[in-house]
């Protein structure tokens, strides 16, 4: 929780998703779908201010389409182009070739996973790449955001 807490407050520079008020002291977390049990992964949940989180559940403010389209705006953000392409390329394939220091937030998350190390070869000198592969809960992120 607490690094899925850090990374909420991170893609927003500690602000409101919608309305970009930057006070910690009134930031709150919203599932985007409320469900039962709730789903606490991490493209579930939006930083909000107590007020649009209010205002949301009174449907005076923003709706969930708006919440939608904050998230996959914060998602790209987040993730990286990098991410992006690399949990489309291991969606598509399976796995995905790269440096491990490109893929670390992905791994936090636990959208991809280390399965063996590679060493390619550039006119300079080597670099240690690795191979990663897509997890269950990266498959249905990937699918969730379009990511397929």
Same mark, same amino acid.
């Given at each position: ?77 987040? &993730? ?31 959208? &991809? ?36």
């Amino acid at each position: 929780m607490t690094e899925i807490k850090e990374i909420l407050f991170s893609e927003t520079d500690g602000s409101c998703a919608y309305c970009g008020i930057k006070d910690y002291r009134v930031l709150t977390i919203h599932h985007i779908v409320q469900e039962d049990p709730k789903n606490e992964s991490y493209d579930n949940k939006i930083l909000l201010c107590h007020n649009c989180h209010q205002m949301h559940h009174q449907n005076k403010g923003p709706s969930i389409d708006d919440l939608y389209d904050i998230k996959k705006r914060l998602i790209y953000k987040t &993730l990286t182009q990098q991410g992006v392409n690399a949990l489309k390329e291991a969606y598509r394939k399976g796995f995905v070739l790269a440096a491990p220091y490109l893929l670390n937030h992905i791994i936090e998350l636990r959208y &991809l996973r280390f399965k063996e190390s590679h060493i390619t070869y550039d006119s300079d000198d080597h670099i240690i790449s690795g191979i990663y592969e897509l997890t269950k809960e990266g498959k249905q992120f990937a699918e969730r955001w379009g990511f397929n």
